[in-house]
């Protein structure tokens, strides 16, 4: 069993920035690829970036890339999102979630433990 509490969340001027954190506990985080989703209301779920577990892949979805960077601190059981240069459009909340392996899947389901999410909210 993985527990995953997100943090960071809040309320941010279009431009601006948000650090998020996930600090996972129960299993050994090392062995766990690491994911960020996030869900705006009315819409489903979708893939924000994801990290394997020793670092080298990281994927984003197209929207982020190149305002979004993943990390994780192995040895603080954290995983990081830093979001740069946002827009309303990130607005929704942000699901931190975990699966044993090391491929970074970018779909949903894949996933086996999910956070309680934070919310992020992008002013105009």
Excluded: H
């Excluded at 766990?32 to 893939?47: D, L």
């Amino acid at each position: 069993q993985v527990q995953l509490v997100e943090s960071g969340g809040g309320l941010v001027e279009t431009g601006g920035s948000l650090s998020l954190s996930c600090a996972a506990s129960g299993r050994a985080f090392s062995d766990y690829t690491m994911g960020w989703f996030r869900q705006a209301p009315g819409k489903e779920r979708e893939f924000v970036s994801a990290i394997s577990w020793s670092g080298p892949r990281t994927p984003y979805a197209d929207s982020v890339k190149g305002r979004f960077t993943i990390s994780r601190d192995n040895a603080k059981n954290t995983v990081y999102l830093q979001m740069n240069s946002l827009k309303p459009e990130d607005t929704g909340v942000y699901y931190c979630a975990s699966r044993q392996g090391a491929i970074p899947y970018t779909q949903a389901w894949r996933y086996d433990y999910w956070g309680q999410g934070t919310q992020v909210t992008v002013s105009s």
